[in-house]
């Protein structure tokens, strides 16, 4: 096992993963707070750096749209003003196939490594990357795979990771599949960029502390079950067309007061 393989097992044990119903976190020492105190210090570019394993290709499209413009036009909603420039791919071939995987199921080792061969930047100037995980499996938690976590984000990093069978689980067409998959992926990086009181701090009285780093408000994508449970519901008004913003303002207020 290589040296790089052995140090980023031991910074995982001090990692917090952001689960279905994102309870599960605890303070990182202010050393590993650096994805997002780097983020907002000197952000030019972002981007989101997508990877999938075969079977679990993400949707690339609903209803004869383009399913990927759902979370460009989010995070760009919520970066109005601030001159990041925010480059997502659209289609597969933007992608990285990873071919067929060893294990059925993911540890967060598993998850830290893929991503790391995956990250082209060091996230310390200027041009920041997220990496994106699409995996044919679940996740294992507390030595058990989990068949509700639909996706995480590896606590104060630049880690996402989607479970394409939970995905698949959560809806009945594939329109509702594409929307829960995206508002998911929004979900994941709103953590990943602070939101709420995660590095971000809340301007007004929208933090949900008792469900961790989420919003009060249930109709905004950072409601804990919006991430969860009631995602179906959530996304149903999205279906029969129009714009969909997924956040709510405090949220928005928040990323433009930082």
């Known amino acids: 096992m290589t040296y790089s393989k052995l140090r980023y097992i031991a910074i995982c044990s001090l990692l917090v993963l952001c689960s279905q119903s994102c309870k599960d ?3 990182l020492t202010p050393t590993e707070l650096t994805f997002v ?3 907002y210090t000197n952000a030019t570019d972002l981007d989101i750096i ?3 394993e075969t079977g679990a290709e993400p949707y690339i499209s609903y209803n004869g749209k383009s399913a990927w413009e759902v979370a460009e036009d989010n995070i760009n909603e919520l970066f109005d003003g601030r001159n990041i420039s925010l480059t997502i791919p659209k289609e597969l071939d933007q992608m990285t196939n990873l071919g067929r995987l060893e294990q059925n199921n993911y540890t967060r080792e598993n998850i830290i490594d893929y991503s790391t061969e995956l990250q082209k930047y060091s996230n310390k100037d200027g041009q920041k990357g997220i990496t994106l995980l699409f995996l044919d499996g679940y996740y294992i938690k507390d030595g058990q795979a989990n068949k509700n976590i639909l996706g995480l984000n590896i606590n104060n990093t630049s880690i996402l990771v989607i479970f394409k069978p939970v995905v698949e689980s959560a809806a ?3 329109a509702e599949k594409a929307l ?4 998911t992926i929004v979900h994941e990086i709103g953590h990943a960029i602070g939101l709420v009181n995660n590095g971000v701090q809340a301007t007004t009285a929208h933090h949900d502390e008792a469900n961790g780093a989420h919003c ?3 109709k905004c994508v950072m409601y804990w079950k919006n991430g969860s449970g009631d995602i179906a519901q959530f996304i149903a008004p999205f279906l029969t067309g ?3 913003s997924l956040f709510g303002d405090a949220c928005i207020a928040d990323i433009k007061s930082k």
């Open 37 to 39: 105190e780097n983020f």
């Open 216 to 218: 009060t408000n249930t």
């Open 172 to 174: 009945n067409s594939d």
């Open 242 to 244: 129009g714009k969909i």
């Open 180 to 183: 829960v998959e995206q508002s």
């Open 25 to 27: 976190n605890e303070e």
């Open 50 to 52: 997508v990877a999938y």
